[in-house]
């Protein structure tokens, strides 16, 4: 597709419960990101993807969160016993390849997951 | 490591006057800077890069920004605001070489009046 897609919309769980999240990447894109977008708008990374190996995990809580590219399905990102911190919109962006490695991120709508 | 700081939480402009939301960075090596816009409720949509060259670059909806190596500084402008601008606008910088996430600015409010 034209643009990436991201879902569910909206999660909500209750804390120790999982959570999983989805992304469908531009087609032809090559590298896929996760990022969270907590209160007062910061964004922190947490890993990529170039197809379906990751590419840089530097940001992940590895304790919790997983996330997985796979052939012919959507990148998912879970998070195992979801904690109150978790709540946030996670983001999901796409970008082509190119030997620069240059090329702007293109942003999904993001999926709000709130933990009570 | 890289930083991306966005001094003003937000900017109030007139229609039809000219806007600057102002961004700076910190960097190892070449800087690679992005602009994205951010509606409510929505993802972020890309306005402009700078890679290399000039360093006014041009981007989306009539919007451009001045790289000053200098004072590393990436500014936001627009000659002409419209109310239709108004939104959250993030400034961010690529990561070092080898790693290809964006580190982001805090964000900056615009809000552009009647």
């Known amino acids: 597709g034209e643009e990436v897609a991201q879902t569910p919309k909206h999660l909500v769980r209750g804390e120790g419960q999982k959570a999983k999240l989805y992304c469908a990447p531009i087609?032809?894109?090559?590298?896929v990101f996760w990022y969270q977008q907590v209160l007062k708008n910061e964004f922190k990374f947490l890993i990529s993807f170039q197809n379906e190996n990751v590419f840089d995990e530097t940001g992940m809580p590895k304790e919790r969160f997983s996330a997985k590219c796979l052939p012919n399905s959507p990148c998912s990102l879970e998070i195992q016993a979801t904690k109150l911190e978790d709540s946030a919109v996670y983001f999901c962006?796409?970008?082509?390849?190119?030997?620069?490695?240059?090329?702007?991120?293109?942003f999904g709508p993001g999926t709000r997951l709130t933990v009570l | 490591a890289q930083s991306v700081a966005q001094p003003e939480d937000q900017v109030n402009v007139a229609e039809g006057n000219p806007l600057t939301v102002k961004c700076t960075y910190s960097v190892s090596g070449n800087p690679y800077l992005f602009w994205y816009v951010q509606y409510p409720n929505r993802g972020l949509q890309f306005l402009l890069k700078y890679i290399t060259g000039d360093n006014l670059v041009k981007g989306s909806y009539g919007f451009e920004a001045e790289f000053n190596k200098s004072q590393t500084s990436f500014h936001l402008k627009k000659p002409s605001a419209l109310v239709s601008d108004s939104a959250l606008y993030f400034c961010?910088?690529?990561?070092?070489?080898?790693?290809?996430?964006?580190?982001f600015g805090s964000g900056t409010r615009l809000q552009v009046q009647p």
């Open positions: 962006a796409s970008s082509q390849s190119s030997g620069s490695g240059y090329n702007e991120q293109f």
């Open positions: 087609k032809g894109h090559s590298y």
């Open positions: 961010a910088v690529r990561a070092l070489e080898g790693r290809r996430a964006l580190t």
